[in-house]
């Protein structure tokens, strides 16, 4: 059982991300969602999607006493999907160019935000971030841009053992005599 309260500590990180991601990143207009897929049309774009990767816990050696920190190491990732129209062929460099100035005002907004790392921060410190780009042309009029900006964070939970069931097969009650010093 985890000393954090509902909703998980992964779950609160991403819904920070969100928050700050849809005040910081101005060129999204507030289109970051929590999630891996969206129903995105051409028009909502470019927009951020939010979710997190994968998560790895890591106990120390010894671990096993009633109350356990774990290493925790989360995988966040943040999709970014853009679109561009034909302009005489050079739509695909504009896609690159607003994969990558996204990109990096997402990676600027995560790194500098008080509300994650910190004191009183949600993380303690983020490991790396990973970096993906993907241009292709749907057709002749149309461009698709992706970009994949995946953050390693790092964080601690303890975890408490419950105390083991007690097992009773059938009641029982016990009479133990009172003595009283006074008659």
Do not use: N
């Amino acid at each position: 059982m985890s000393d954090t309260d509902w909703p998980s500590a992964r779950a609160r990180i991403r819904h920070a991300v969100v928050e700050l991601l849809k005040a910081r990143v101005p060129a999204v207009r507030r289109r970051v969602y929590r999630g891996r897929s969206w129903p995105l049309q051409e028009r909502e774009l470019p927009a951020l999607l939010v979710y997190a990767w994968q998560e790895d816990k890591k106990a120390p050696a010894g671990a096993g006493t009633a109350v356990t920190s774990y290493a925790v190491e989360l995988t966040l990732a943040v999709e970014i999907r853009v679109a561009e129209a034909s302009r005489a062929g050079e739509q695909a460099e504009a896609v690159e160019d607003e994969l990558e100035a996204l990109a990096g005002a997402v990676t600027d907004a995560v790194m500098q935000a008080p509300e994650l790392l910190g004191r009183t921060g949600l993380i303690e410190r983020i490991e790396g971030v990973r970096t993906t780009f993907g241009v292709h042309g749907r057709d002749a009029e149309q461009t698709l841009g992706r970009a994949l900006v995946a953050f390693d964070l790092r964080f601690s939970e303890r975890y408490r053992l419950l105390p083991p069931p007690i097992v009773c097969d059938e009641p029982t009650l016990t009479f133990a005599p009172r003595f009283d010093a006074a008659p």
